[in-house]
Every structure is written in structure tokens, then in C-alpha cells.
């Protein structure tokens, strides 16, 4: 009936310690508005901005991993509006040579089929960030205020082209450019403090009978702070547009490019109050500031600091560790941390899907339940390695690991690989080897299970479970698959 | 200074050889603005306790046998467009009155470390537009050579309390001409450095490309002084230049040798007064004298300077001044309900006119689907007039010219005028499109008795030529010892 199209514009606070024109700090502080400014963020007369090389380097990172071209030549213009929130009555940003365009991100639709989307990137480009609006929401008509902690934030604007057929599909992205930024550390991507905005342009191409699409015209939703509110957004938008179209039949030759809200409480887009006159910004070059150069000498530089991309991981873990795309792709989403922490297990005890399991289920389990993050984990990776060494060893089965890794959390002693060792001694979980244990065991559950074994001899092979399962039990702990073999022979030659 | 005999220069070396004191000098600077001020209305605010008390300090130091900076406790006036911090900075303009910035521009942290005694602070047109200082929306300053002219602008108070001689030395700033313009018709010594030269972090920007802080004296020497003081690199402002700064007191009086001096044709075209035409050629033969070798030569695009320099200075000041939104400090309406009346009634009721028609006139340059033919096609031209001036010191050391088409003009004559103002800087605005040095110096009086300005233009960065040239003639001749009828 329709194509959905979406283009996503998003801007990303890069994680400088200072903004983008001054030494003030960057970090989040609502709760004491306009300490971290100066004469320069606060847009005092005459005072001048000046590059923070490192912002800039950032950015740069950022369009690099994007696949974007790097400009050799780049410029700062002024992008001129008034508001409270915007000291100096314009903000700098860059209008018609950004420092880097052209790019694409390649997003998986489908781990099993390997389906995939490019979404192509027009343009990534810096400015700085607005200050905040407060208004008193007591209701009592208090003075509005204004905080200018944030005026001057380093971010990078990223367009897409409207490559995106979805609303899944544009968060799948907001997400997967979540997990590309902050592998590189160019951003936290903290959505909560306003680290990664999304404005999203959302149109229909219905088919028509006879042949042509015809589309509907552009929503910019503005201002999505969350991907789930996108994913909503864009879904109410889409099936909005589509009542609509039916109803009036309006085009995108009809109607001009308009702006909506999102209620997330309502779970609804409602058209926000245009702009007194039609925006015209007199973008021009801010003559305070000298253009940026980069050289390719330096690109190198910067390109051999990055680490590698979370796609690169996936490819890379899927290889390495012969891991299935699923859990690849679960372990990768976890963030960097967890991606290394798999890592540093799967390389120490050699069992690349070992390892695999145990993160993506019993470690995330816990992670979960505790409200914790990698980093917090008690249990460090040469420990949870050792652990699942004593596994491949057949000194523990996979069953007395998972006891003694939840004894490891439970305890109030450190987690360590003598640590482990205690608590399979103190429980006995140490898997019986000695062949003569296990074939007394078994001897002792023959005779106990007359019954059974009349059973399983006259071909009843289920009788067996039951059997290996005491054996199992009277020796603590022990190498299933032998026990199996020794209770078959026993019970196939062994006399009665 | 008493009758004006002493300039800047030997007052400034008196002070560092300990003949006068810091005290001494700027009770006699004081007195000066005390006796003649209600006269010129050159300043708009003057804190003589504070003067006196900084003055006293420094030269408590220098009895101690403790190091006194570069300028020794000399005066100096600034031009109230240079952040003062907790002193008032208004620009002479509504919508700053009352703001005290809370930090110091560089220059004036350069002062403060150079031991300069800051005196006051000087009238303007505001926020620098204009060429006759009766933009100022505090007062008009009158040239103290006949106070029924303007001393020019906008630099007016600066060049006006220099020539009355009620501060030795003023710093300006000159966007257009508005520091040699005014020291022109005031009868002294002014100075643009090359763009880059001076840094602007604390200078209230007119129009950002252009602007530049510079030096007013009654001598060269003075206002080489006082360049020394203040030039050098700031990282806090992009477009500062690291670049040495050569001690151009140093070599101040050696003369050049071999010295060539370039004569435009298109600075002694229609529209230049006789009077100052004979007095800039008369100046011209003195340096012939001085066995320098004059040479024509061609700036072809001259002719389109002020409309360059109307629509680049415009538009950048369209955004430099937005800031002035009534919202953080400054002038607001009482009477706004609404933001976008607290926007435009501010900016209404704070503006002068030519403030407002400069806004007016930029923002209408940067709008979409003007921009191209205005703004854009002014970057152009601007590059082909600074091509003018390379292809012309390639061939000369300096080029010198009228500062001014005309002396000083009557208060009123040309403000209902505004092209006709705009021509008086008709001279001076190429080097600040060309970002060029450039001095003015007094080089003969009109048969009237107003001063006339010899203007000398270098290649950037050759301060120390124009400096050197410009003491040559100085040397050869009193015009600079010549003052106002008020002073002597």
C-alpha cells in the first residue's frame, strides 16, 4: 500500500572535558544553572571563540567511523535566530562546507540472513549547543530562566539520507550508531542528559493503482529523546499520515515540510507552533573564527587511534570464536566493556563459545538482577575463566560451575581461582576420575535398582536416566558421558 | 604636559627615567579633562581616585627600587568599546548602559601589566559606526580646534582628549578609518595595526573581519609606545597572529633609506578639498627631500571601497549585534508581554538610528537570495582590492595619501546625510578591507586653522616602516607641536 520513509537527523554531544569555544566544563549539572560559563559561552560583549582542537578531533573520529570524506578545509558560519537560550543570537555551526560528508552505516535488518540496510550519511557536521530554557511549571506563572551550563557543548549533526523503511528500523539504527560512538568513546550517548537527540523526517510513498508512488508530505518529528519514543513517534506518524492521505488526499506538493512534537505520555505527535516568520537563518562565515585544516599525515593519526567499530567486532568475534551472529551480536550490544570482558574469557580458557554461553546467560542474568554494569561485576574475567577452564578439564560439570558461580556471589570473599577451588573441595563437586570410585557407585546402584535394571535389559533404554542420575549423585560430581559409558557396559556384561 | 609643549613620547620617557613622577602626570592629564572636558565632551567617565591611587602606586614601586612596567604609570584614555572589569562599558550606546563586564579585554590586562594609569574612558559614535562621534547616544564630543566641528569618529573621544591634550596617549579601535580618521582632524597621531597585530578578545565587535585596537598620541613616537604595550599574540582570539613584535621604539628615529613611497592618483580624485590636498603634497616633498623616492602608483578598485565596506561591516555586525537581545543584560522594554516584543522592543528602544540602519542593512545583505549578489560578490571585491595593494607595495616601501577628503566639518552638517558621512572615511577604509597598517599624522593646518592629516599605508605586518617614515617627517617638522587655541 505505502513505503515508509525516514530520514533521522541527530545530534551528539561529543565528550570533551571543556566545550567547543572556551575552557568551561562540559559536565551535566542542571541542578546549578550557569556555573560552568564564562564571558565567552555567555556571549559577553566582546568576547571571542576559539577551536577546541579536541572536539574537532572527535568529530572527525566520529565521520570517520561513519565512512564519511574528510574535508581538508573546513568553516564555522553563523546560524542566526533569536531565542533565550542562544546568548549571542546565533550559533555556530557549519553551513555549506561541513567538516565531513558522504558517508554510510551499514545496518543489519537480520543476524540469521545476514539481511542488511546502508543507510547513506549526507553530512556530519559540529556546532555548539543551545543553553536551556526553564520555566516554571508550578503553575504559579514564575519567571522563566535561562541555563547556560550547557550553551557551548561540543555536538556533531549527523543526517542520514531516507534510507530508513521503519520505525524498527530507525531505532535499530539510533542503536546501532549508540553502540558506534561510544565503542569509540566520542560520546557517552547518556539520552537521559541529553546526549543523543533525534529529530526524525517521516513521509509516506503510497503505490497507486496504476503504477507511480505519490508522497505524502514531510513531518519533521523533533526533539526524540529516547529510541523507544522514536520507535513510537515514527510508528503513530506513519499510521497518522496514512489516515490522513486517505482522507485529503494532500501530497508533498500540497503542503509544505511541517513540524511536530511527541507526546510520550499520550504516545501521540502534535503539530508544534511554526515559527513567526519563515526561518531564514543569514547563515555566513563567522569571521571570529579561522578555518580548520587537516592534513592527511594527521588524518593517519587520528585513524590509528580508533578502535575498532562495533560491526568490525561482530565480523571479527564471529571468526575468531566461531560464535554465532545471534550471540555475536548480543554480546556486542552489551557495549565495549562486555565485548572485552567476552574477550579476555574466551581467549584465557580457549572456548570462544564457552565462553559465549556463560556471558550471554548466566552473566547478563546476574548483571541484570544486580543492577550492575561489567565494570562492577564481581566476578573478573581470569575467574570466571578459570571457572569454566576447570569445565573443559572435566574437573567440574557445567552443573557445579553454575553452583559455584552463584557460592562465588554470594559470598563476601573476593572471587578468585583459589576461591573456586575452596568451594568444589568444601562441596565436593570435584568430578570423581578415579574409575574405581565410579565403578563401586555404579555396583551399588545396580544392586539398590533391581527393578530398573530388569527394565532397561529387557529394553526399556529410558530405564537408564534414573540410573546414571544415583550414580551421579553418590559420587558428587563426575564426568557424565563416562559414567554413561561404564553403567551401559556394566549393565550390558556384568552379571546381575 | 602643561601647555601641550611635552608629547607623548618625551613625557613617556621622562616617567621611565624617574624626572616625572606617574602621580605628577596624571594629576596634570586630570586637571587637563577637569579644565576642558565641559568643552569637548571627550570622556564619559573618568574615576580621578582611581587614577590617582593606581598612579601613586606605581610610583611607590619605583621608589622602592621595584621594576615599573613598559609604560612607567603613563595616562592612557581608552575608547569605552574595551571590556573594563566592574567599570562601566556602554559603547555610548542605550543598550549597554549601566553594563559593567565582569573580565578585562587584553588590552587592558595589557595596560594594567604595563603600568599604564587608566584615566577614562572615551566617547564614540555607538558601537563605532560613524565618522563624527554624534552618533554617541551619551553626548556629542567637539573637536577642541573649533568646537563647533567634530573631532570625527568614530574613535571621537579618544582623538578629541588626545588633541586637547587631557591624556597623552588614548587607545581606539578602526574598522573603517575610525582611528586615523579622527586623528586626522583632530591634528594628532593615530595608528591601525595590521589585522591580527592587536588581539580583539574584549573588544566590543563592530564588525569582526575588520576591527582593530590601536594607538592615539600627540607624536609617533607616543603612539609607538603605546602599540608596544598591547601588541602580540592572544590565544583567546583566533585571529590574533603569533607573530614577533619588533621594539619599534627602538629604532623609531632612524631614518629609511632608499625609502619609496607609492602616490595613488585615486586617493587625489574628485571630491578631495585643495586645502588638504596642498598640505598631503607639501608633506610629500618633504619626504622627496629626504631623498625618498615617490612613485605613482595604482589602486584601481579604490573606487569601490565604501560599498565593500558597507555590506561586509553591516552584515557582520547584523550578527555581532544580535546578542543585544534584552534577554541577559542590557537594555529591556518594560513594556514587553511577549518574547518576540521583549526582542524587538529592546532592540528598538536600545538602537540608535545608525545602529538600526546598519542592522538593517546587513541583515538584509545575508538574507536568502541576496546573499550571493551582496555579501559574496563584497568577499570578492574586498580580495581584488587587497590584490591592489600587493601589487602596489610590491613596487613601493608606503603609500601615502589624505587621511580625509576634508578637514574636521561642522556638528549637523552631514546627519541627515549618511552617504556623504560615509565618504569621509572614503581614504582610510582599504587598509582595513586589505587588513594593512596604516598612520595618520598631522601634516599642516588649513588656512581656517583646522589640522590636516598625512596618512601613511605599509604592507602588514611593516609597522616598524610606517613608524620609522612617519617620524622622518615628524622630525623634519612641528606640526604635531602645534595645539588648539584651548590648550595653549
Given at each position: 500500500m505505502y513505503d515508509v520513509i525516514i530520514g533521522l537527523e541527530v545530534h551528539v554531544q561529543l565528550?570533551?572535558?571543556?566545550?567547543i569555544f572556551c575552557g568551561c566544563s562540559t559536565a551535566?549539572?542542571?541542578?546549578?544553572?550557569?556555573?560552568?560559563?564564562?564571558p565567552v559561552c555567555l556571549g559577553l560583549p566582546g568576547s571571542l571563540p576559539v577551536l577546541n582542537r579536541e572536539a574537532y578531533r572527535l568529530g572527525v573520529k566520529t565521520a570517520l567511523a561513519l565512512n564519511c570524506q574528510i574535508a581538508k578545509f573546513t568553516k564555522w558560519d553563523r546560524k542566526q535566530y533569536f531565542y533565550p537560550d542562544l546568548p549571542k543570537g546565533y550559533q555556530i555551526s557549519q553551513y555549506d562546507l561541513p567538516f565531513s560528508c558522504g558517508g554510510h552505516v551499514d545496518l543489519v535488518l537480520n543476524a540469521d540472513t545476514g539481511e542488511t540496510r546502508r543507510v547513506g550519511i549526507i553530512r556530519a557536521h559540529l556546532e555548539e549547543d543551545a543553553g536551556k530554557n526553564l520555566h516554571d511549571?508550578?503553575?504559579?506563572g514564575r519567571a522563566s530562566g535561562v541555563d547556560l551550563?550547557?550553551?557551548?557543548t561540543p555536538l556533531v549533526e549527523i543526517v542520514t539520507q531516507?534510507?530508513?523503511?521503519s520505525a524498527e528500523e530507525a531505532r535499530r539504527f539510533l542503536e546501532e550508531l549508540h553502540a558506534l560512538l561510544t565503542y569509540l568513546e566520542v560520546?557517552?550517548?547518556n539520552m537521559q542528559e541529553g546526549s543523543l537527540r533525534c529529530d526524525a523526517n517521516v513521509n509516506l510513498h503510497v503505490h497507486q493503482p496504476d503504477g507511480p508512488k505519490v508522497a505524502t508530505p514531510i513531518v519533521e518529528i523533533k526533539n526524540l529523546n529516547s529510541f523507544r519514543f522514536t520507535e513510537q513517534a515514527i510508528l503513530f506518524e506513519v499510521d497518522r499520515q496514512w489516515r490522513e492521505y486517505q482522507r485529503t488526499k494532500q501530497t508533498i506538493r500540497d503542503a509544505p515540510k511541517s513540524t511536530r512534537g511527541f507526546d510520550h505520555e499520550r504516545g501521540i505527535t502534535y503539530p508544534m507552533r511554526e515559527k513567526?516568520?519563515?526561518?531564514?537563518?543569514?547563515?555566513?562565515?563567522?569571521?571570529d573564527l579561522v578555518p580548520v585544516t587537516i592534513t592527511d599525515a594527521e588524518l593517519d593519526v587520528i585513524r590509528k587511534t580508533m578502535s575498532e567499530t562495533p560491526a568490525a567486532m561482530r565480523s571479527r568475534f564471529q571468526v575468531?570464536?566461531?560464535?554465532s551472529a545471534y550471540d555475536t551480536a548480543v554480546i556486542v550490544a552489551q557495549g565495549k566493556p562486555f565485548a572485552t570482558y567476552f574477550e579476555q574469557v574466551a581467549q584465557s580458557c580457549g572456548d570462544g563459545k564457552q565462553a559465549a554461553n556463560w556471558l550471554t546467560q548466566d552473566v547478563l542474568r546476574e548483571l541484570k538482577e544486580r543492577q550492575q554494569t561489567i565494570a562492577q561485576f564481581a566476578i573478573r574475567p581470569d575467574v570466571l575463566s578459570a571457572l569454566l577452564t576447570r569445565v573443559l578439564e572435566k574437573r567440574l560439570t557445567i552443573k557445579s560451575a553454575r553452583e559455584v558461580f552463584v557460592d562465588l556471589l554470594q559470598s563476601d570473599e573476593t572471587p578468585t581461582a583459589s576461591r573456586i577451588d575452596q568451594i568444589v573441595a568444601a562441596k565436593g563437586l570435584?568430578?570423581?576420575?578415579d574409575d574405581a570410585a565410579i565403578n563401586n557407585a555404579i555396583a551399588a546402584v545396580i544392586a539398590r535398582n533391581a527393578k530398573a535394571v530388569a527394565d532397561y535389559r529387557a529394553g526399556?533404554?529410558?530405564?537408564?536416566g534414573a540410573l546414571i542420575g544415583q550414580v551421579m549423585r553418590e559420587l558428587k560430581g563426575a564426568d557424565a558421558q563416562a559414567v554413561r559409558e561404564k553403567l551401559t557396559a556394566a549393565l550390558t556384561d556384568g552379571p546381575s | 604636559m602643561g601647555s601641550g609643549q611635552t608629547t607623548a613620547g618625551e613625557l613617556w620617557r621622562r616617567l621611565q627615567s624617574g624626572e616625572i613622577t606617574s602621580t605628577a602626570a596624571t594629576t596634570t592629564a586630570l586637571d587637563a579633562i577637569a579644565t576642558r572636558d565641559s568643552q569637548?565632551?571627550?570622556?564619559?567617565?573618568?574615576?580621578r581616585d582611581a587614577a590617582l591611587s593606581r598612579a601613586d602606586e606605581i610610583d611607590a614601586r619605583r621608589k622602592a627600587g621595584q621594576p615599573v612596567g613598559w609604560l612607567a604609570g603613563l595616562p592612557v584614555a581608552v575608547k569605552d568599546v574595551l571590556c573594563t572589569r566592574g567599570q562601566p562599558t556602554t559603547c555610548a550606546s542605550q543598550m549597554l548602559a549601566g553594563f559593567r563586564p565582569p573580565y578585562d579585554a587584553h588590552v587592558i590586562e595589557r595596560l594594567h601589566a604595563a603600568d599604564g594609569v587608566l584615566i577614562g574612558r572615551t566617547n564614540l559614535d555607538e558601537f563605532a559606526?560613524?565618522?563624527?562621534?554624534?552618533?554617541s547616544s551619551v553626548q556629542i564630543t567637539r573637536n577642541?580646534?573649533?568646537?563647533?566641528?567634530t573631532p570625527g569618529g568614530s574613535s571621537s573621544g579618544s582623538a578629541a582628549a588626545v588633541a586637547a591634550r587631557m591624556t597623552p596617549v588614548a587607545l581606539g579601535s578602526d574598522t573603517g578609518g575610525s582611528i586615523r580618521q579622527p586623528a586626522g582632524l583632530c591634528g594628532i597621531v593615530g595608528m591601525k595595526p595590521t589585522?591580527?597585530?592587536?588581539?580583539?578578545?574584549?573588544?566590543?565587535?563592530?564588525?569582526s573581519s575588520l576591527d582593530q585596537i590601536g594607538p592615539f598620541a600627540t607624536d609617533v613616537t607616543g603612539a609607538a609606545v603605546l602599540l608596544e604595550a598591547i601588541a602580540g599574540h592572544d590565544p583567546?582570539?583566533?585571529?590574533?597572529v603569533n607573530r614577533p613584535v619588533p621594539s619599534w621604539t627602538a629604532s623609531i628615529n632612524e631614518p629609511l633609506r632608499g625609502l619609496k613611497i607609492g602616490v595613488a592618483q585615486e586617493h587625489f580624485a574628485?571630491?578631495?578639498?585643495d586645502d588638504v590636498a596642498r598640505a598631503v603634497r607639501s608633506a610629500i616633498d618633504v619626504y622627496r627631500s629626504l631623498g625618498a623616492e615617490i612613485r605613482d602608483v595604482s589602486l584601481?578598485?579604490?573606487?569601490y571601497c565604501i560599498a565593500t565596506y558597507y555590506l561586509i561591516a553591516c552584515s557582520e555586525a547584523s550578527g555581532n549585534l544580535?546578542?543585544?537581545?534584552?534577554?541577559?543584560?542590557g537594555h529591556r522594554a518594560a513594556?514587553?508581554?511577549?518574547l518576540l516584543e521583549t526582542f524587538s522592543r529592546s532592540r528598538g528602544e536600545g538602537f540608535g538610528a545608525e545602529v538600526k540602519r546598519r542592522i538593517m542593512l546587513g541583515t538584509y545583505a545575508l538574507s536568502s537570495g541576496y546573499y550571493d549578489q551582496y555579501y559574496v560578490k563584497a568577499l570578492r571585491v574586498r580580495r581584488l582590492i587587497r590584490q591592489d595593494f600587493d601589487a602596489a607595495f610590491a613596487q613601493v616601501d608606503v603609500i601615502a595619501g589624505?587621511?580625509?577628503?576634508?578637514?574636521a566639518f561642522k556638528i549637523g552638517e552631514k546627519t541627515d546625510d549618511p552617504l556623504a558621512m560615509y565618504l569621509s572615511d572614503i581614504y582610510t577604509i582599504g587598509a582595513n578591507l586589505a587588513g594593512l597598517p596604516g598612520i595618520s599624522l598631522p601634516c599642516g593646518l588649513t588656512p581656517s586653522g583646522l589640522p590636516v592629516g598625512l596618512q601613511l599605508q605599509a604592507a602588514p605586518w611593516q609597522e616598524e616602516t610606517l613608524f620609522r617614515a612617519a617620524r622622518m617627517y615628524e622630525r623634519e617638522t612641528d606640526w604635531h607641536r602645534r595645539v588648539p587655541a584651548m590648550v595653549a
Open positions: 565528550q570533551t572535558q571543556t566545550k551535566f549539572n542542571p541542578d546549578q544553572p550557569n556555573v560552568q560559563t564564562c511549571e508550578s503553575g504559579r551550563n550547557r550553551a557551548g531516507p534510507d530508513l523503511r560520546s557517552d550517548c513567526e516568520e519563515a526561518a531564514d537563518y543569514r547563515y555566513f562565515p563567522d569571521p575468531d570464536y566461531q560464535l570435584a568430578i570423581v576420575q526399556k533404554q529410558a530405564a537408564i | 569637548v565632551a571627550a570622556f564619559v567617565h573618568v574615576d559606526m560613524g565618522s563624527s562621534g554624534e552618533n577642541p580646534w573649533d568646537t563647533t566641528r589585522y591580527g597585530r592587536v588581539s580583539r578578545y574584549g573588544l566590543v565587535a563592530y564588525a583567546r582570539d583566533s585571529t590574533s574628485e571630491g578631495l578639498d584601481p578598485h579604490a573606487k544580535a546578542r543585544y537581545d534584552g534577554m541577559h543584560y513594556s514587553a508581554q511577549t589624505p587621511v580625509t577628503p576634508t578637514a
